[in-house]
């Protein structure tokens, strides 16, 4: 019954840290009890959006082994298929243009279990600036951050201590104008505590929240020379590979209070 309880502690605990080993994702989970058809439980979220270039990354959080599959129940459109995913596992999937609109998906085991993926292309007017939070943990948690502005972005900078990320723009203007920043929530994460224009706190910016999103609109002059985020959450210190330690350890040392504790009653 023990070995059963920490296997699954160690599923549980693993699905967060494969979800998060990947740039530019977008996370589906598939919940634990989804195999039963008298449980409300399939992929989670059931609707996703994601943008060309995204990786979707599907984790078996159930005990036991799920597929996924694009198109629908008994009639699959060829986009992918996932074959056995384990507990514990994970398929990625890269969205390509040729999937611009609502793919659907479904297990094949499992056929109740359906979702749709919302792809949009790459937004009209918005730039990019990659490989934010390499200088974070381990440097292999990291997202690519959509942007609008008349000024370029040419650096980033995480600081895990105070919990935020500020970004160094360039560029000759002659107005002001707003940088409207597209912040994926595993990168900075809301309540936002702040916003700092050249390290002098403002509190003129909007926020709106959307799927694994949230888009930052704040107004900068042509001397706005860095911006400053500050969150509840930004990406982690520790990445995949510390945090696996972690868990390893933790269960480790459950196992071992375990043994001694049994030892003590006999």
């Not at 937004?123 to 200088?135: E, H, I, R, S």
């Not at 912040?183 to 926020?207: S, Y």
């Amino acid at each position: 019954m023990h070995k059963i309880i920490i296997t699954v502690a160690i599923l549980v605990l693993l699905i967060p840290l494969v979800s998060s080993s990947f740039a530019d994702t977008v996370q589906v989970t598939i919940l634990t009890g989804a195999a039963n058809s008298q449980v409300s439980r399939t992929f989670s979220p059931p609707s996703s959006n994601a943008l060309v270039g995204d990786t979707v990354q599907f984790g078996n959080g159930d005990t036991v082994a799920h597929s996924v599959t694009s198109g629908t129940p008994g009639n699959p459109d060829g986009r992918f298929d996932s074959g056995t995913i384990q507990p514990g596992q994970y398929f990625s999937y890269t969205v390509t243009a040729a999937d611009v609109g609502v793919v659907q998906f479904y297990d094949k085991t499992y056929p109740w279990m359906t979702g749709t993926l919302n792809v949009q292309a790459s937004q009209t007017g918005y730039k990019k600036v990659n490989n934010v939070g390499a200088d974070a943990g381990d440097g292999k948690t990291t997202f690519n951050v959509q942007y609008a502005s008349s000024k370029d972005i040419v650096s980033s900078v995480i600081n895990p201590k105070d919990k935020s990320v500020t970004f160094t723009l360039v560029g000759n203007v002659t107005t002001g104008s707003n940088l409207v920043l597209d912040l994926p929530t595993g990168l900075v994460n809301a309540p936002f505590l702040g916003v700092w224009i050249d390290n002098v706190q403002t509190k003129n910016f909007t926020i709106e929240s959307l799927s694994g999103i949230n888009v930052v609109t704040i107004p900068i002059s042509p001397l706005t020379e860095q911006v400053s985020v500050v969150g509840s959450s930004v990406v982690p210190e520790f990445g995949p590979i510390a945090g696996l330690i972690l868990v390893v350890s933790i269960i480790a040392t459950i196992m071992v209070a375990r043994f001694r504790l049994d030892h003590k009653l006999v």
